[in-house]
């Protein structure tokens, strides 16, 4: 049957031909009618089906012989030019660029004859193309380009064969019986040559375009800085200085200076866009263009130096300038009026092409969320002229739609698989309701012949996109890039044009146009898999990241409209983030990584920071099981955790298209949405339930949720994935932030631990790069262990040479240790062994105990000597490689130069420096004499907390300390005065003096210089201690304040009878009073209060980290007989270490991908306030809050804000309305 309709087709088409168009005579309705246009519209298809490999014959012979020779003959007619009107031709021009597209397809599938045919047919269409100034597409006039280039490198390389032919057959005999020889590889050679010149042409072409490339690179520069071309004293150089020049251009442009020169237009956008790109050359077309920089713009510096090594001025590079500074000169410039302009004064329809330029050009300005750029827009957009440019955003979104809905036909089979890979039985069931309840249009289709799948796997029959559909990523992008940064008003005008009479509701049209290339009201039913394809796959993303834009911020009046709108928009949505990982089969699981990932951030967009439930509610009812995404992130850890990747600890956050990383989106959307399902809220509570329990364990734990206070005094919730970097955190650093972090007026200790942030982000980084290395990342984490073991040696040490010294007697004590005692070491050190080889963990005692065991036993063996100098030379190699380590945990070793300390750091570092301390004791206990090794032992004051308290209550208080100390000396001095005036002769002390020890022996009482022998054998004389006023006073302060009773307990004792009886009773009560009494105790009294403050301190702080929340600040009993514990607020609502978290999150998060609450926060802290942090507030307590009062005068001045702005806005609106 198909053979016969051909062979009808042939015939006709002939009959046309030879009737109507190969003709002289003059049949002028055979061109002003469409009937020729509408046959070209059915050759299409026949054409696309005979480029592939099964073609029919006969259609073959008919599209080759019949087809192609009408639309030749059609074509090159001169009837065709007399009564083809350009009208006529404009409204037909799309017919004539799918011809034309069809055509090269065809001569790319054929080769010979054939192929020269078809593209002697092209080359008439190009003609006509050019006459008619039709708007050939970029990528298809490329393929033509490359296509005639081709040709006629082959005809050059044919004729020059031919002509070398000819001059060979022309010689003698001789040379005609070579040519016979030659004539029999004649075919092999001339096909070799020919290739072989081909490569060198296409090498050629390749190395003339990069070369070409580079010189066209200088206009930017010529444009950007065009000063530069004139000498500084010249008119000409002030003139195009300060971007006058470019002003100028641009503004012959808004004034249609180059409207009817579509070339040059698109040249001046693209060039204009390249001014906000980097230019990426290879090395060798970078030199050329640095040479033509100096020689265009330093002619006179590159002559008077004559060298190549001229630095080039930081201003004569777009590349080398920022990219919001190049942005924002050309928003100066007037390029986003210039943007407007263009479309707005456009009197006829705007070409495609020019349209797309100017999409990417202003996409290129908005480019990173410029908010100056955006300003400008806003305000471009809300002149009333400007209501065309929105209704050619929307018109060009309502043909790409229409666009989708007639080149969209999903095939039903009745086939159990789907390309290579069978249906899930959900996918048959969704099928299977969808053909019931399609069974019409089921029947229309079953007549049509089936279409085979494409490559990429897709089953929809137009894989190739029309030019309206492919201009749309344009049009999102650049609708996304307005609202980038949460730009409200942006948000709400791209909703609602206040200024305008018409308005059009951009953020619908996006949502509509993802349901309509998603299959629309099918894809609802689960048939996702059967519309998207690797080919609009990047469509249906950026649809999502545009939505996501629109309701980030939060925008709630966008969110409202995408969640409440009728249409299937987020049923697709959620169906995405359900979808089953093989959407688009195997090969193209990263595409669907993608699409779930957006998916998930488009809903959580959705419900971002909304008080109220109604959202959530909506999203839960479009899930016939919430579950499902638990089992959904189960699936993707599982997946990912199988790949190679995955087995390796590395952020997968930041890889978004990484399984874990997507399955990690959708755990914290399942956690936002449980806060509204009971059933999802019960999964997450259980999750050492089920065969998920690995996967939601691992994101539980690397997900944190905190609480923050936004501008209007409400508290909202945020979760979050934690940064993996937050891992390389020390127990130490977390012990020592917790100690050391002081309170504020409100009982928070936010004030304090927000300015350690940066520091302790600094430290997770440092500790991150040296994981890189495997040295560095053994000792540094084993730092503490280190300084322990240097301790604990130490004591060894010093208890050897406590026991043993001198070394000599003490080795005589050791040879004295009978055999006995030493077999019960032996026993007892392998049966440490034995026991610590069977419990297979490190316990500290059992490790001591061996330690202790095999010094005891090498002591035995060596002797005291030997084991002293071995366990010194260990210290000293322990404390260096503490040391070591020690630099390297502080960044002194990084490799990474971000983070790297310069030395001159070190000796401000009071670890440094202690260590590096102990370290040269060490060396010098080792090396000089043991002795040294006692001053090792202060070690025990750095590392307990208690005897530093001890240490501070004598340092803390120097100053009362000082000031009574000398007070104490000025008493002394004037009691030394008094001594020596008056009662110098009662300073008789007893002595013993060093020289008389010889003769202690042969001492029998009392010899002539009054020494004489105690009872202890000891010889002691009586001297005068008081002959100067330095001895008295040293006397005094000597003996005065070590005896109990004061300075009289020394002195000789007076009798009644001496005439300064009294006057020495006096002084020895005075003494004992002021001294002993009052200036002892208040020093004591100093240091014992100072104790027991600290000692009270500590208490206080262990009291407040046991009973007090670090964050808000509220006690233990404020959550008693509430929901929520308060172990449960301080673990989970606010963990300290939460906010952290949160922070590092957003130092490592671009800021373009910020949430609304999350942009808010950054920009506080960026001002250094910590308004954001909850103080005396908490969520779980929002019925018990002091400050209710206060919130409900905020929420009625909210109130009445918005009142009064939308009394402003109905205003305006009537004000518009009276003047038009």
Known sequence: MGCVCLQVKNAYVQFLMHAYIDTDVELREV????????????????????????????????????????IYMFFTSHFFELYVTAERFQRHELVFVHLLRNLHNLSSALSGAEQKEIENCNKVLRDIAKKKQVAIPLDLEEMLDQQQMKRIQVEAST???????????????????????????????????????????????????????????????????????????????????????????????????????????????????????????????????????????????????????????????????PLDKVQCQLNASNASHLIITLVVSSQVSLSLDVFIAIMKLANALLDQGNTRVQETFLQELCKSESEKFFHWLHAHIEDAKAELRNTQVVLFTDQSNFGDRPLDKSVQEAIQRAGEATSGLRESMSSLPPVPLSPDGSNVSSTDFGPEVKCMYDILRFLQLLCENHNTALQNYLRRQEFSKSNYNLVLETLQFLECICGGTSAGLGLLALYINKKNSFLVEQCLITLTEYCQGPCHENQKCIASHESNGIDIIVDLVKADIKLMGEENTEITM??????????????????????????????????????????????????????????????????????????????????????????????????????????????????????????????????????????????????????????????????????????????????????????????????????????????????????????????????????????????????LWLARKPWRILVITITILSIARCTITLGVQPTLSLLGFIQVINKIISFIALLSSKGYFNNDSRYKKTYKELWKDVDIIYNCSYFIFCLLGWLVHPFLYCLLLFDIVYREETLQNVIKSVTENYQSLLLTGILAFILIYLFSIIGFLFFSQDFLLESNPYHLLEQAGSLDGCNVEGACVGEDKWPIKREASCETLMMCMVTTLKEGIRNGGGIGDVLRKPSSSDPLFVGRVLFDLLYFFFIIIIVLNLILGVIIDTFAALRSEKQEKEDILNNSCFICGLKRSDFDNKQVTFKDHVGKEHCMWHYLHFFVLLKEKALTELTGPESYVKKLISNELTDWFPRRKAMSLATGEVDTEQNGWQSLQQQLEKTNELVGTLTKQLAYMKES
């Open 31 to 70: 061109y002003s009618r469409d009937t020729m246009w509408e046959m070209f519209e059915n050759f299409m298809p026949d054409i696309s089906t005979v480029k592939k490999s099964y073609a029919d014959p006969f259609l073959k012979t008919y599209v080759l012989d019949t087809v192609i020779k009408t």
């Open 159 to 321: 004729t020059w064969l031919s002509k070398a032919k000819q001059k060979k057959a022309t010689k003698g005999l001789l040379e005609k019986r070579r040519t016979a020889v030659f004539q029999v590889h004649e075919t092999d050679q001339s096909k070799e040559i020919i290739s072989n010149l081909q490569k060198i042409m296409d090498e050629l072409s390749l190395t003339s375009k990069t070369l070409i490339v580079a010189e066209e690179s200088l206009l930017i520069n010529i444009l950007y800085s065009p000063e530069l071309l004139f000498p500084s004293h010249l008119y000409a150089y002030d003139r195009s200085s300060n971007f006058s020049f470019l002003k100028g251009l641009i503004k012959h442009m808004e004034e249609g200076a180059f409207s009817g020169d579509e070339e040059l237009t698109l040249m001046l956008l693209n060039n204009l866009r390249k001014m906000m790109q980097p230019i990426e050359l290879e090395s060798n077309d970078m030199l050329l263009r640095n040479k033509l920089l100096k020689r265009y713009f330093l002619a006179e510096q590159a002559v008077a130096s004559n060298s190549d090594d001229v630095i080039l001025p930081m201003s004569l590079g777009v590349d080398i300038t």
């Open 594 to 835: 993608k699409l779930k990932c957006e998916a998930s951030k488009t809903l959580l967009a959705v419900m971002e920071s909304r008080a109220d439930s109604e959202l959530a509610d909506r999203i839960l009812l479009k899930m016939n099981q919430p579950t499902q995404l638990l089992d959904m992130c189960s699936q993707l850890y599982d997946e990912d955790s199988s790949t190679k990747e995955g087995k390796h600890q590395a952020d997968y956050w930041e890889d978004e298209k990484r399984p874990k990383a997507v399955g990690h989106n959708i755990f914290i959307l399942a956690k936002q949405l449980s806060h509204d399902n009971k059933e999802l809220q019960a999964s997450l509570k259980n999750l050492d339930e089920g065969s998920r329990h690995d996967a939601l364990r691992f994101y539980e734990e690397h997900t944190a949720q905190i609480e923050v206070v936004r501008e209007d005094g409400n508290i909202e919730k945020i979760i979050f994935p934690v940064p993996l970097v937050c891992e390389n955190l020390s127990v130490e650093t977390k012990q020592r932030v917790l100690l050391s972090t002081k309170r504020d007026e409100k009982g928070s200790k936010v004030e304090a631990f927000f300015k350690l942030f940066q520091g302790l982000y600094e430290e997770m980084l440092i500790h991150k790069s040296i994981k890189n290395y495997v040295w560095q990342s053994t000792l540094t984490d084993n730092v503490t262990k280190w300084l322990t073991i240097s301790f604990y040696l130490a004591v060894i040490t010093n208890i050897l040479v406590a026991l043993f010294y001198p070394l000599d007697k003490g080795s005589k004590l050791i040879d004295g240790v009978s055999m006995q005692m030493s077999a019960v070491i032996w026993v007892l050190l392998l049966f440490a062994i034995i026991v």
